[in-house]
Structure formats: structure tokens, C-alpha cells
């Protein structure tokens, strides 16, 4: 298999998918157990920095600004999710698993863009 951007284009989106549904999950679960405000704040503050990370980086695919905006952003959101997972580990394991899917998912999606480019 070629490592092109045209054959593996298709898991972008779906790297991307993943991290805003558990993000998603992940906050709502949060929500509706009533984990503590902190808990929710770490939990939107991922999803939050997540999101402004996927806008940065759509509008650089389409020339709007630079591709390296999105990257604070994305770092942001690694940093919430580290705290979060240290904030809850051991008292909620539903939250865990979507958290480390989440992080695991922008990982990956790191990891390709680096292979792409070089």
C-alpha cells in the first residue's frame, strides 16, 4: 500500500468523528452523573478546544488561514484531556475509556499527518 494522501484521506474525517463523539459522550455523561464542576469544565473545555481545532484546520484545507493555526488548539485540547484523565482516574471508568478513545483518535491522526508529510 502507498502512503498517499489520496488513499488515506478517508480516515481523517473519521479520526475526527471519533474524538467529537466521545467528547460528546464523554460531556454528557459527565452531565447527567452530576461528576462535579470541575469535571464538566474539563470535559468542555476538551470538547471545546477539539472543535475550534477541527475549524482551524477545515478552514486551512480550504486556503482561509495558515495550516499551523489549528495546532495550539489541538495541543490545548491534549493538555484538558491529560487533566481530566488525571482529575477522575480510578472513579470512572466509562469516562476513562472515552477519554483515552478521544486522545488516542488525535494521536493517530497526528501520526498520519506525519507520515504524509514525509
Not at 480516515?11 to 463523539?21: A, D, G, N, S
Not at 471545546?48 to 493555526?69: K, M, P
Amino acid at each position: 500500500m502507498v502512503l498517499s494522501a489520496k488513499v488515506l484521506w478517508p480516515l481523517f474525517p473519521l479520526l475526527l468523528l471519533i474524538v467529537v463523539v466521545c467528547l460528546t459522550w464523554a460531556l454528557v455523561h459527565v452531565v447527567r452523573r452530576s461528576s462535579g464542576s470541575t469535571t464538566v469544565w474539563l470535559q468542555a473545555g476538551a470538547l471545546g478546544g477539539y472543535l475550534l481545532a477541527a475549524t482551524a484546520a477545515v478552514a486551512s484545507e480550504r486556503g482561509a488561514i495558515s495550516a499551523h493555526v489549528h495546532r495550539p488548539f489541538s495541543l490545548v485540547t491534549q493538555v484538558v484531556l491529560a487533566l481530566a484523565l488525571f482529575h477522575m482516574w480510578g472513579k470512572d471508568r466509562t469516562l476513562a475509556a472515552l477519554n483515552m478513545t478521544a486522545w488516542g483518535a488525535i494521536l493517530a491522526d497526528t501520526a498520519l499527518h506525519y507520515l504524509l508529510t514525509r
